[in-house]
């Protein structure tokens, strides 16, 4: 083991980040980035090693103001940087949309809760699944990727605990055939590392064989135990935005994303060193500070602490 190898490394594998900064990390923000502004992060993230990105969402820019340039950032690209991209969509429409500017892998979007699938949706659960196929098809045209995205798969803010056995039954409904991954979404925030690994569990166990996503947020501090938890069970891609940043405008009680520099410091990629962990810091630092939003990384904290003999503090300016 290399000296900044994480201890865990044989467990968590080769488990990939994706960086929600872009998509779920602006949406709770009053302030529209320039798509210019985001094209330059998408592209200091890639250069500085981080495996996936979401770069934003096809949300009706009047529900959701900070995604409203998205297929700008989409159409500035190139088709290399876009393979490590991911859009989110909710409907066949966006998918075409989004396909239509370049975009290749997409994220389609539906909640376990019909009420917060009305909320944030504008329909219930079982519509949204009803015209996936077609999303798929779009998919497949343009020789994409889709991902089948569940919000709210252990809380809804409006009906309480969901139970497993309603994630597994979309899991497996016949209309999710063709999506290539699973993203299992603990969006309030509130779940707990016992129920992440079950859940996990049982999804890579009792449903098509697919990549599993684990996509949680930091409300009740447990976003990196509840990360790693979902890794050791068998996810092979997390998400996390710079900062902690983010939540859902759609669900009253969430707030911010689990850290990607939290996640990266407690799984330490092969490509992570403490001198790229110090410029994702400064990224992050400079993103906030624009948006007017605090830091919420511990791991952030740490690098700028005065404990100089750990080779993952930043060096003195």
């Known amino acids: 083991m290399n000296r900044f190898e994480s201890p865990l490394a044989s467990t968590l594998g080769n488990v990939i980040l994706r960086d929600v900064t872009l998509r779920d990390g602006l949406q709770l923000t009053g302030k529209l980035l ?9 592209r200091e993230l890639l250069r500085l090693g981080v495996p996936a990105i979401e770069l934003g969402s096809m949300a009706r820019a009047d529900l959701v103001p900070t995604m ?3 297929l700008e950032v989409v159409q500035a690209l190139t088709p290399e940087e876009l393979e490590r991209c991911w859009i989110w969509v909710a409907t066949p429409g966006h998918v075409a949309k989004a396909s239509a500017a370049g975009a290749r ?6 909640s376990a809760s019909d009420s917060h699938n009305k909320a944030n949706i504008g329909r219930t659960t079982d519509e949204s699944l009803a015209a996936l196929p077609e999303a798929v098809e779009y998919t497949r045209a343009v020789n994409g990727h889709i991902q089948l995205c569940i919000a709210t798969s252990f809380t809804c803010p ?16 016949p209309r999710a055939e063709g999506t290539t991954d699973i993203v299992i979404c603990d ?10 690994a079950r859940l996990i569990t049982r999804v890579r166990d009792e449903s098509p064989a697919r990549r599993i996503v684990y996509h949680g947020h930091d409300t009740w501090g447990l976003g990196v135990a509840n990360t790693l938890a979902a890794i050791q069970a068998g996810a092979a891609m997390v998400d996390g935005a710079l900062g902690g940043l983010g939540g859902c405008p759609f669900a009253p009680g969430a707030s911010g994303n689990t850290s990607s520099e939290d996640i990266l410091f407690a799984t330490r990629p092969e490509w992570l060193t403490p001198d790229v962990f110090g410029e994702l810091v400064v990224l992050s630092e400079k993103l906030l500070a624009e948006l007017g939003e605090p830091n919420r990384s511990k791991a952030a904290q740490g690098a700028r602490s005065k404990a100089e003999a750990f080779d993952w503090v930043m060096p003195a300016s």
């Not at 892998?105 to 539906?110: E, G």
């Not at 409006?158 to 409904?173: C, H, K, T």
């Not at 969006?187 to 992440?196: E, I, Y």
């Open 34 to 42: 320039p798509a210019e502004q985001k094209i330059e992060t998408v």
């Open 68 to 70: 409203a340039n998205t």
């Open 105 to 110: 892998n997409f994220q389609y979007c539906l």
């Open 158 to 173: 409006f009906e309480g605990y969901v139970p497993e056995e309603r994630i597994l039954s979309i899991a497996n409904d």
């Open 187 to 196: 969006t309030l925030g509130q779940a707990v590392p016992a129920q992440v």
